[in-house]
């Protein structure tokens, strides 16, 4: 039986031969078993979770990877903008007023009544 602490000491080659190590004597195993010639079926069980042992190890790597890029992309965000291209608070409020004079003022049911009223008057 393997541990988790043994296989962190792996590198990832040596983790992807010993995956496809386990995966074979799963296979094995299975074969022996469904023949009969299987003495000890916990044999599987282990199997199964060395396989998933290897399986976490990598994962853990891969989150790690990913983490380190996600800390550096963090870094890159939390950088100054640089003066040209910042936005002043100003600029922001001048931007919204546009924004709200250019929208088109919002009808109530009462009014769209009022309009259907008007047009099925003139008819």
């Known amino acids: 039986m393997l541990t ?10 040596e983790l992807e031969d010993k995956l496809r ?3 074979e004597t799963l296979f094995n195993l ?6 009969g010639q299987l003495d000890n079926p916990m044999k599987i069980k282990e199997a199964r979770r ?3 042992r290897v399986c976490t190890v990598m994962t853990e790597r891969e989150f790690a ?8 992309a963090e870094e890159y965000v939390a ?18 007023e546009e ?10 049911e009462e009014q769209l009544e009022e309009e259907v009223e008007e047009e099925l008057r003139d008819l």
Do not use: C, N, W, Y
């Open 21 to 23: 190590e386990l995966k």
């Open 50 to 52: 060395d396989i998933a």
């Open 79 to 96: 950088m100054e903008e640089p003066e040209e291209l910042a936005v002043t608070e100003e600029e922001e409020l001048a931007d919204e």
């Open 99 to 108: 924004l709200a004079i250019e929208a088109e003022p919002v009808e109530t």
């Open 65 to 72: 990877i990913h983490a380190e890029a996600f800390e550096a």
């Open 30 to 35: 299975r074969f022996q078993h469904a023949t």
């Open 4 to 13: 988790a602490r043994e296989l962190r000491g792996l590198d990832s080659g």
